[in-house]
C-alpha cells in the first residue's frame, strides 16, 4: 500500500485559499487518491477523489500532477467551520476488498 | 451520500465487561466493512477488515480474540470489546463500502466513544 506524507499542521485565515500537498512516491498504476475531513470526536468525511490532472467539486480541487507522484487539495476561502484535520488515502482499484489506511494527516486551523 | 450509523455513540462500562457496537448502513448494502480506532490527538488506526459472511482480517497487533467482529448481513457488522480495560478507552469508527466497482467510496459511522472504568 501507497504511504502517504502530509504537513503535520497549517495555519490560514479565514477567506484565504488552502492548498495541502500529499506525498505518494510509491503509487500504483490503479491507486486512487481520496481525501477525507475529520473534525473531532466525528467519522471522516469524504472530500474529494481523483486519479490524474484535476477534479473539483462544490467544496474543493484535487491536482494531481502527470507523475502522480504527489497531489494537492485546494480549498476555497477556507472559514472557521474548515478546521480540521485532512487526510490523504491511496488506495487500489476495486478487485478485492481495499484497506483504507490513514497517515496522520493535516491539522489545518482556519482563524479569523 | 449514504449513511452508515453506529450506536451507541459513546458508552461507559466498568472493567472486565464487554461492550457491542453496531455498525449499520442504511441505504446501501456494505460488502466491506471496516474498523478503525482512534486515541487522542492521533490518526485512524486500521483494526480489521470483515466481508459479509467471512471471518474478519485483522491487522498486524489487533487481538482477534479481544475484538471480536461479525459482518453478519449486508448492512450490520458488530465490534464487541471483550473483558474491556481502560486502555480499551479510545474512540471507535466504522466504515463502509457498498461495492468493488472502481473508485468505491467508503462511507463512514459518527464513531463510538468507548470509556471503561
Known amino acids: 500500500l501507497a504511504k502517504t506524507t502530509q504537513p503535520i499542521s497549517m495555519d490560514s485565515y479565514e477567506g484565504q485559499e488552502v492548498n495541502i500537498t500529499c506525498s505518494h512516491n510509491?503509487?500504483?498504476?490503479?491507486?486512487?487518491i481520496t481525501w477525507y475531513q475529520q473534525f473531532p470526536s466525528q467519522g471522516p468525511r469524504f472530500i474529494i477523489q481523483?486519479?490524474?490532472t484535476k477534479v473539483t467539486n462544490e467544496v474543493a480541487s484535487l491536482f494531481i500532477p502527470a507523475d502522480r507522484k504527489s497531489s494537492t487539495l485546494s480549498l476555497p476561502r477556507v472559514s472557521l467551520s474548515d478546521t480540521a484535520v485532512y487526510y490523504c488515502?491511496?488506495?487500489?482499484?476495486?478487485?478485492?476488498?481495499?484497506?483504507?489506511?490513514f497517515g496522520a494527516g493535516t491539522r489545518l486551523a482556519v482563524h479569523p | 451520500g449514504a449513511v452508515v450509523s453506529q450506536h451507541p455513540s459513546w458508552v461507559i462500562c466498568k472493567s472486565g465487561t464487554s461492550v457491542k457496537i453496531e455498525c449499520r448502513s442504511l441505504?446501501?448494502?456494505?460488502?466491506?466493512m471496516f474498523w478503525y480506532r482512534q486515541f487522542p490527538k492521533q490518526s485512524l488506526m486500521l483494526m480489521a477488515t470483515?466481508?459479509?459472511?467471512?471471518?474478519?482480517?485483522?491487522e498486524q497487533g489487533v487481538e482477534k480474540d479481544k475484538f471480536l467482529i461479525n459482518h453478519a448481513s449486508l448492512t450490520l457488522s458488530t465490534l464487541t470489546v471483550t473483558s474491556a480495560h481502560p486502555e480499551d478507552s479510545s474512540f471507535y469508527i466504522c466504515?463502509?463500502?457498498?461495492?468493488?466497482?472502481?473508485?468505491?467510496?467508503?462511507?463512514f459511522g459518527q464513531g463510538t466513544r468507548l470509556t471503561v472504568v
Open positions: 466504515s463502509a463500502r457498498g461495492g468493488t466497482g472502481p473508485a468505491t467510496e467508503a462511507f
Open positions: 510509491n503509487i500504483a498504476t490503479n491507486d486512487y
Open positions: 481523483g486519479y490524474k
Open positions: 488515502l491511496v488506495s487500489p482499484e476495486a478487485g478485492g476488498y481495499n484497506k483504507l489506511i
Open positions: 441505504d446501501f448494502q456494505a460488502t466491506t
Open positions: 470483515s466481508n459479509e459472511g467471512s471471518k474478519a482480517t485483522y
